[in-house]
Each structure stands twice: as C-alpha cells, then as structure tokens.
C-alpha cells in the first residue's frame, strides 16, 4: 500500500514556491470606490485564507467578516468588498453566498481553479488546479492581499514578503521539526492552543490533523480557555497532548496565562511548545502554518493512511446531490 498516493509530502515542500507564484496572480487586479468592509465567503480550505487575512488586517480600521454559509451578512451593500473563494469553484454554500452578495450590488472578486465560480463572477483570479484545496492556502491568500495592495487599501511591504519566503524556504529544518514533533503526538489525540490573535493558526493545525491524519484534533484560544476548558482537565486523561503556539508579541498577560496553564495541563497530560519564527506577521503566521501542515503529514504516516483523499467528505458531498 502506498501511504502518500498524491505525493503530498511534495506538495508541501513545495509551498514556497507557491506562495511566491501567488503572489504574481492579481496582477492588474483591484477593487474601486469606496471600501467599507470585507467579506471573505468560502468553506473549508477555501476559508482558511480568510482566517489569515482578518490576522493580517487586524491593525487597520477595516473590518474583515470570514462568511461560511449559505447567505451574506445584512451588512453587505455597495460598499462591502466580496472575495468569493473556491478551490473547484463548486462549492454549493459560497455559490449561494456570492448570488446573495450580488443582490446587494457588493463589489466581488472571485478567486477559484474554476468550476461555476469563474463563469459568475466578473472579476476573478484563477488559480492552478489539481491540488487539494488545503494545500492550495498560498494561493488562496496572497491573491488578496495583492489585491488589497493593488487598490491601495494596505501596503505590502517587500521586507516582510522577503523575510517570510527566507523561513519558508527552510524546508529541510521544518520537515525535520514536523517529524519530531509528530512523533512525540503519535496515538494522541492533539489540543492545539494560541492567543485568540493567532487562533486562525492553531484552527490550521486542527484542520489539518482532521484531514491528513484522519484523526480527531480540537483547538482553543487564550484566554477564553481560562474561562470554561481549563476546568476540563480535571478529568483529562493521557490519550489527549496539547500543543501551545507561542508568538513573542503575544499580549503580556496572555503569555503569564499560557505559563500558568501549561504548570496545571502538566498534571494531567504532555504539553509541547511551538514558537512563531520572524519579525513581521507574515513571517510569523506562514512560520507557525508550515509547521504545522508538515506536523499532520508524519501524523498521517503515523496512522497510516493516506494524506490526501478525503473520502468522507467527498461521500457526504454526493449524498448531497
């Protein structure tokens, strides 16, 4: 039995490059007039992109609304900003989403392999296909942070593009590190913990796990854990491993929290630490991301089974139709 039929270990090697190709997409592409909000309306994979950019934007004054559902926010007007985003340009919820963004006369910009998508949408940035949608996230989500750039909403720096491709392009030391860390989570059932900042990362690692190693995996933020799930681990057993996501510009009271909580998880279960690389955001988050995609990749050997099919869903998907 061959493990990893679609050479998904290739693939995320292969990041880098991607993002680096991503990047050239939205050439030429931009919204216009007045820009009040955004709305990212996709599912799955497709959203995750979305998760990032409310990171990335979450120091200006735009707010940024990640849509998964079958309708669009009554907020949405002429104003709004939709990016309709669909790895097979398919998906029946996003669809929706972009017919009722339509109606509300909301700017859209699709970005898709093609399918149904790439005929609706006016404006639209097509990306390869032939991937799983989890591991397209470069070309998900720097298509609209160049169009963001390109309307002049936010300015991309070119040092901090440089310095997150210079990490990311250590992928012997992020493979070597996944592994180890796998290893160390194998026949666990992980918890993935960060700052609510940086909660989108730790919900990539669950969903990852979820998807490449077929396994249960859950995540939480600070510190609303300190609020309701700490109390849990009074019944924790060693079946469960947690993995804390530690970001240096974490708020001061958040990383006391992180120390105070990991001395009380210790009772109970093994709690592994995991620190974002780099200065800027970028750098950090794609640091944190890949990581964490090499991570659910050796957990998937672990369990052996293949990484990339995901026969339930696309079962639960025909039962649909």
């Known amino acids: 039995m061959t493990l ?38 996709g599912m799955g994979g497709s959203a ?12 200006t004054n735009i707010p940024v609304y990640v849509n998964r559902d079958y309708k669009v926010p009554n907020f949405v007007d002429e104003n709004s ?37 790439a005929e609706e949408c006016e404006k639209v940035v097509n990306i390869p296909s032939g991937l799983q949608p989890r591991a397209a996230l470069g070309y998900l989500f720097f298509p609209m942070l160049g169009i963001l750039h ?16 210079g990490i990311l392009k250590q992928t012997n030391k992020f493979n070597e590190q996944g592994e180890e860390l796998s290893k160390k989570l194998k026949e666990k059932i992980p918890i993935i913990y ?78 592994e630490e995991v620190e974002t690389q780099g200065e800027s955001l970028l750098a950090r988050m794609f640091s944190a991301i890949y990581l964490g995609d090499y991570v659910s990749y050796y957990m998937a050997l672990w369990n052996r089974v293949d990484p990339s099919p995901v026969d339930i869903i696309e079962g639960m998907k025909k039962k649909l139709m």
């Not at 290739?10 to 030429?28: N, S, T």
């Not at 939709?82 to 340009?89: H, I």
């Not at 390109?150 to 491709?165: A, F, P, Q, S, Y």
Request: glycine share 6%; hydrophobic share 40%; with cysteine.
């Open 4 to 41: 990893d039929s679609q050479n998904m270990l290739q693939v995320i090697k292969d990041f880098p490059k991607q993002c680096r190709e991503a990047l050239g997409l939205p050439k030429g592409i931009s919204a216009s007039g007045k820009i009040n909000n955004i709305v990212i309306a």
């Open 48 to 59: 995750m992109g979305g998760d990032l950019l409310k990171i990335y934007l979450s120091n």
């Open 81 to 117: 900003l939709v990016f309709a985003v669909s790895y097979s340009g398919n998906t029946e919820e996003t669809l929706s989403a972009l017919n009722a963004a339509k109606e509300k006369k909301a700017q859209i910009i699709g970005i898709t392999s093609g399918g149904k998508l």
């Open 150 to 165: 390109n309307t002049n909403i936010i300015r991309v720096k070119n040092d901090e593009l440089n310095e997150m491709m």
């Open 194 to 271: 960060a700052s609510e900042a940086l909660g989108a990362i730790a919900f990539r690692w669950k969903t990852q796990i979820n998807e490449n190693a077929k396994m249960p995996a859950f995540y939480n933020v600070f510190s609303e854990m300190n609020h309701n799930e700490i109390a849990g681990y009074k019944s924790m057993d060693h079946k469960f491993s947690v993995v804390m996501i530690l970001d240096k510009n974490d708020n001061d009271r958040v990383k006391k929290r992180m120390n105070i909580c990991k001395e009380i998880m210790e009772e109970y279960v093994e709690v």
